[in-house]
């Protein structure tokens, strides 16, 4: 049984850690933003669940409830971020704006309302 | 389990490595954001790890400060960005 | 007991919950304790109560909840996958997604479940229009725009046939909208 729990954790280590990876490369390359809050929203959060799954496989049944919560925490508060981040990343210019193919939000903020891109 | 564990670390290692390239090209103050949220994300993924290879979760309720503390300053930022924008 | 405070038993016990959960010892103090933390925090604070806005149909949930898993582990291989393959030649684009859900608790799952289709992104909420503006990386969606829009059309429509109220005309009105700021480029700092 304890073979089969630490494969079954192992498993989901590693799963975990790869998609961790994959995300950051996803950061590293994507052409702005609100792209690379795409490899965080989706690859790093299942890499974390899967991490926190195989953690709470390896430990004592009462660590699970903190693991579980962090987990739950980490679900509700991305998307917190994401719609934040996304936003104003839209209104100061930040968008790489040769990637959009189609923008159904410039007729609700129009160019002249936003503000110039921090960076320049 | 030790090698699984070395893997583990050795992948988190990487993609941390990665994520700081990025931080420190930015180019924008939210790609900064982003990249310190995915940074601090690596962070509670390697702190969950170690519990698991010790077997030991005393520091599992930290995740929790970490993470919360990880999303707080992120919508924050982004909100002071907007502001110093908008001043500007 | 009077309404407001049964309206808000549900945000008490949650709080109290919570405040064990952390603990992770039940004992006495951290039992009364809490009790008294969670009244105190509901005490100073003002939460509309949204326990109200749903109606929950379990089966339906549960089948929810099981999508949304199946989401993010798709979604999480697509953009893995696209960062590896693709990169910096990634294209985007945002498209509006007119909503059904009227409260502010479906809004808030829609945005979740929106966030964990492939591809997709919540980038502004219209709560007044009721419309998502979502930004979508449209080599993860695979194929257009309006392919991605539809998807995201079907799944909101599951949230609300899982938690959407049987009498949507009950919703309770928005409050009135904030005076409109517009963004100054003044320098009044």
Redesign the interface.
């Known amino acids: 049984m304890s073979v089969v729990l630490d494969v079954v954790s192992a498993v989901l280590l590693i799963g975990g850690a790869l998609f961790c990876l994959l995300a950051s490369v996803g950061v590293l390359r994507f052409p702005d933003a609100v792209c690379r809050l795409h490899a965080a929203a989706k690859a790093q959060t299942l890499g974390l669940l899967m991490i926190l799954l195989g953690a709470a496989l390896q430990n004592a049944p009462r660590y699970a409830v903190p693991l579980a919560l962090v987990a739950l925490f980490q679900l509700l508060t991305i998307p917190v971020t994401g719609q934040i981040v996304g936003r104003t990343a839209y209104r100061t210019s930040s968008l790489s704006e040769a990637s959009l193919t189609e923008d159904a939000l410039a007729r609700r903020v129009p160019p002249e309302e936003r503000l110039p891109s921090p960076d320049d | 389990m030790t090698a699984v564990y070395y893997v583990v670390f050795a992948l988190l290692g990487l993609s941390s490595l990665l994520t700081v390239v990025r931080l420190v090209r930015g180019p924008g103050v939210l790609d900064r954001i982003v990249t310190l949220d995915v940074l601090v994300t690596l962070f509670a993924a390697g702190i969950a790890a170690e519990a698991a290879r010790r077997e030991d979760g005393t520091g599992l309720p930290v995740l929790l400060a970490v993470t919360l503390l990880a999303f707080v300053g992120s919508v924050t930022a982004a909100h002071l960005v907007e502001k110093r924008e908008g001043m500007r | 007991m009077n309404r407001p405070v049964l309206r808000r038993l549900p945000a008490l016990l949650w709080l109290w919950l919570?405040w064990v959960?952390?603990w992770?010892t039940p004992s006495a103090l951290v039992i009364v304790g809490g009790l008294l933390v969670a009244l105190s925090v509901l005490a100073v604070s003002r939460f509309p109560g949204v326990s109200r806005q749903i109606t929950v149909r379990p089966l339906r949930l549960l089948a929810l909840c099981w999508r949304l898993v199946a989401n993010?582990?798709v979604?999480?291989?697509?953009?893995?996958w696209?960062?590896?393959r693709h990169?910096?030649?990634?294209?985007?684009?945002?498209?509006?997604m007119p909503l059904d859900a009227d409260s502010d608790l479906l809004v808030?799952l829609a945005?979740?479940l929106t966030?964990?289709s492939p591809?997709s992104?919540?980038?502004?909420?219209?709560r007044r229009g009721g419309v998502l503006?979502v930004?979508v990386?449209?080599v993860?969606a695979s194929g257009e725009?309006g392919e991605a829009r539809r998807k995201l059309l079907a799944n909101e429509r599951r949230l609300v046939a899982a938690l959407g109220r049987d009498d949507p005309d009950d919703v309770p009105p928005l409050p009135p909208p904030p005076p409109s700021t517009?963004?100054?480029?003044k320098?009044?700092?």
């Open positions: 919570l959960l952390l992770s993010l582990v979604s999480a291989t697509a953009v893995a696209a960062a590896v990169g910096p030649r990634v294209r985007a684009a945002i498209v509006e808030t945005t979740l966030n964990v591809g992104l919540v980038l502004e909420i219209d503006y930004h990386l449209l993860v725009a517009p963004p100054s480029r320098d009044d700092a």
